[in-house]
């Protein structure tokens, strides 16, 4: 995420983002991948991570309760990890929109999906 777009776009774009605290195994689990990707240390990693978050709604286990088994069944023959994504979407109503580059999502119609490219046309 080093000069990333999606840096650019949490920071600067005004708009209100939101992520399940129950999917931050999910950053864990890719961190290595990210860091790589990102090119940059451990330490620098979890810096950013904090200033991305300070932009960042973190949506509660207890906000999602009503959305999490309709989300699990919405997932459930595409990728049922990906659920509190969903869970999250649907809780925040008709402005729950999932960014992503997983195409996982865009097996769904429940949920509106928006590709980063999209999202900084949008924004800019």
Do not use: C
């Not at 990693?45 to 959305?67: D, G, N, P, T, V």
């Amino acid at each position: 995420m080093k000069n990333s777009k999606t840096r650019s776009i949490i920071k600067n774009s005004g708009l209100d983002f939101y992520f399940p605290e129950i999917a931050f195994h999910k950053i864990i689990k890719y961190k290595d991948y990210m860091i790589e990707k990102a090119q940059i240390t451990e330490e620098d990693f979890i810096l950013l991570l904090a200033k991305l978050f300070s932009h960042i709604k973190l949506i509660s286990r207890k906000e999602m309760l009503e959305q999490k088994i309709k989300a699990k069944e919405l997932m459930r023959t595409i990728d049922e990890e990906d659920y509190p994504f969903v869970a999250a979407a649907l809780s925040l109503g008709s402005d729950g929109v999932i960014w992503s580059e997983d195409k996982h999502f865009e097996k769904q119609s429940f949920v509106r999906v928006i590709k980063t490219t999209s999202l900084d046309k949008f924004v800019s």
